[in-house]
T-cell receptor
Framework: RKEVEQDPGPFNVPEGATVAFNCTYSNSASQSFFWYRQDCRKEPKLLMSVYSSGNEDGRFTAQLNRASQYISLLIRDSKLSDSATYLC??????????????FGKGTKLSVKP | DAGITQSPRYKITETGRQVTLMCHQTWSHSYMFWYRQDLGHGLRLIYYSAAADITDKGEVPDGYVVSRSKTENFPLTLESATRSQTSVYFCASQGTLNGYTFGSGTRLTVV
């Protein structure tokens, strides 16, 4: 099982749609969780951290289910500018060859007019 | 300006040449990382450093060398460039155990 798994997409949605991304992680000892956004040919940027109780930032809502080792990101009222690849990121409790954070391969979102 | 900067932004080099990619951060973050990103592979960790003079191999270290004599700099050297090292290279830093901040990347083409 891969350490962080995401549906690669692409997700093609119309403007205004609600879209949800899911992610599973394999290490139950992980304690920190993040969503990053990466625009085409640009560097990944931190979108939001994910807290145990769930958290919201404007149109974005992140949820964590530790029992199922599952993380989600919900985007409401999608905008054209939301088109990007969304990376699920989980900390690696023991570091090693993957460093401190493990990045999923990302889910590509394309929002159409 | 505070931040993390990579140079050059673009580089074309010939097979067999040595090339060094630079990374500089102004926050005095302890951890720094080098990744490469290729289509279909996502981000792959090449090397990382926990502090000055402490470096460790990542998933794909072969063909690369790093050093960290100062906290703020973490150069990545391709000792003898090969076409398979054509990629986008991202440097990142991490202060406390939170998210990483990435540089803008270096697009390297080996011909």
């Amino acid at each position: 099982r891969k350490e962080v798994e995401q549906d690669p997409g692409p997700f093609n949605v119309p403007e205004g749609a609600t879209v949800a991304f899911n992610c599973t992680y394999s290490n139950s000892a992980s304690q920190s969780f993040f969503w990053y956004r990466q625009d085409c040919r640009k560097e990944p940027k931190l979108l939001m951290s994910v807290y145990s109780s769930g958290n919201e930032d404007g149109r974005f809502t992140a949820q964590l289910n530790r029992a199922s080792q599952y993380i989600s990101l919900l985007i409401r009222d999608s905008k054209l500018s939301d088109s990007a690849t969304y990376l699920c990121v989980v900390n690696s409790p023991w570091g090693g060859s993957q460093g401190n954070l493990i990045f999923g391969k990302g889910t590509k979102l394309s929002v159409k007019p | 300006d505070a931040g993390i900067t990579q140079s050059p932004r673009y580089k074309i080099t010939e097979t067999g040449r040595q090339v060094t990619l630079m990374c500089h951060q102004t926050w005095s973050h302890s951890y720094m990382f080098w990744y490469r990103q290729d289509l279909g592979h996502g981000l792959r960790l090449i090397y990382y450093s926990a502090a000055a003079d402490i470096t460790d191999k990542g998933e794909v270290p072969d063909g690369y060398v790093v050093s960290r004599s100062k906290t703020e700099n973490f150069p990545l050297t391709l000792e003898s460039a090969t076409r398979s090292q054509t990629s986008v290279y991202f440097c990142a830093s991490q202060g406390t155990l939170n998210g990483y901040t990435f540089g803008s990347g270096t697009r390297l083409t080996v011909v």
